[in-house]
């Protein structure tokens, strides 16, 4: 912008000079701006980000993972449950057993299938 500017007024002083000198000068040719170019868009392929409020694993993949983690077969736990729950904000899976006396509660993450949290006590 600011060369077509000087350019403008340089031409114009010169005008104005060759009109002084009695000499003749055509017409100041008028600028025309240009545009600036636009970006053509490009196809970016982006991973989203987790959503832990969706399910990705099961709730019968929550229960294998919890049972594995403990080591034992689905076969020898007793009074087996699985529901949905929320763990500090994120969608889980609530397992909960018992086998040879004692109680096992795991949190499943939802999302990703990781262990967040893992209580075993002594059943009374």
């Known amino acids: 912008m600011k060369k077509t500017i000087v350019f403008t007024l340089m031409l114009g002083m010169t005008v ?13 040719p008028t600028a025309t701006p240009t545009a600036a170019p636009t970006a053509t868009p490009t ?12 399910a990705a694993i099961s709730p019968e993949q929550a229960k294998a993972i919890a049972l594995q983690q403990a080591g034992i077969a689905e076969a020898d736990a ?3 449950k699985v529901e949905q ?6 969608h889980v899976y609530e397992v909960n057993f018992k086998y040879g006396g004692k109680e096992y509660d795991y949190d ?4 990703t299938g990781e262990i967040v949290k893992q209580d075993i006590d002594i059943d009374d």
């Open 108 to 111: 499943i993450d939802a999302a």
């Open 85 to 90: 729950g929320t763990e500090n904000g994120r």
């Open 43 to 54: 196809a970016t392929t982006q991973t989203p980000a987790p959503n832990n409020n969706a």
């Open 16 to 28: 104005m000079f060759l009109a002084g000198c009695g000499g003749t000068a055509s017409p100041a």
């Open 78 to 80: 007793w009074a087996l």
